[in-house]
């Protein structure tokens, strides 16, 4: 079956980096747009970026163009999240997306950034 899990999360000062990780498994990896949403508390799920079969088309919202970069390693199965200049408005649990049959979610990795 379809397994999204994410991890690299964790507590960052602003202006700190991490790098998050999505394991996925079940399904032919290259052949899927894999995307990364985040969730802070209160607030409805938002696209943080989007990356194409290979590699070469990435989309990000706007709020993280410049500081985050997706990637992903179709041999490893796995896409990134490099998160930099980290702020405290970053803080939220980061979700891995799959659209295949019908969508599937990891469960997700907290990240909060705080002094």
Do not use: H
Not at 27 to 39: A, D, E, L
Not at 62 to 70: E, L, P, Q
């Amino acid at each position: 079956q379809v397994q999204l899990v994410e991890s690299g999360g964790g507590l960052v000062q602003p202006g700190g980096s991490l790098r998050l990780s999505c394991a996925a498994s079940g399904f032919t990896f290259s052949n899927y747009v894999m995307s990364w949403y985040r969730q802070a508390p209160g607030k409805e799920r938002e696209l943080v970026a989007s990356i194409g079969r290979t590699g070469s088309t990435v989309t990000a919202a706007a709020s993280v163009k410049g500081r985050f970069t997706i990637s992903r390693d179709n041999a490893k199965n796995t896409v990134y999240l490099q998160m930099n200049s980290l702020k405290p408005e970053d803080t939220a649990v980061y979700f891995c997306k799959a659209v295949i049959d019908m969508v599937y979610w990891g469960k997700g990795t907290l990240v909060t950034v705080s002094s």
